[in-house]
């Protein structure tokens, strides 16, 4: 059996651009849970909420915080040492658009503490990986993988 035909490509990325993302993606949260009760931050966590979403179902490289880096900052940098699969980072904006979505319905139907929650566990997971490199949507993304590839016995 072939698995040539069974997957699509492997898109790579600059292993660069998460973290600038991620950078990007927590500046904007923290901006998000000071403003979360007012207009601007029910705007604010709905432009993340669709940034999130064109990562997700678009890809990586379609995501505007992505398209920033590879336009603007990239070539002002060496060129890349190392590059890495998209689909994890894929699979973080899923989560993220998960999160901010959920926190998105939680503001909208006045559980304003549900949406804190939810904003500020995105906001966690987007430091991680500015600050340390840790993206833990990725690693959710790996430890999936790694399940659902075991052969299952009769």
């Not at 500046?27 to 007012?38: G, H, M, R």
């Amino acid at each position: 059996m072939s698995q040539s035909t069974a997957h699509a490509p492997r898109v790579e990325i600059d292993v660069r651009g998460p973290r600038f993302v991620a950078t990007v993606t927590t500046v904007v949260l923290a901006a998000i849970l000071l403003t979360l009760e007012s207009p601007v931050g029910a705007i604010l966590l709905s432009l993340q909420a669709l940034v999130f979403a064109i990562g997700a179902f678009a890809g990586v490289k379609a995501q505007p915080y992505s398209v920033v880096f590879r336009t603007v900052v990239q070539p002002r940098l060496a060129p890349p040492a190392e590059f890495e699969d998209a689909a994890p980072p894929r699979f973080a904006f899923l989560v993220g658009f998960i999160f901010t979505g959920g926190a998105l319905i939680a503001l909208a139907t006045g559980v304003t503490v549900l949406a804190y929650v939810l904003v500020a566990m995105a906001l966690a997971a987007a430091f991680l990986n500015a600050a340390f490199g840790f993206c833990l949507g990725c690693e959710m993304y790996l430890i999936g993988r790694r399940i659902f590839a075991r052969p299952v016995s009769a």
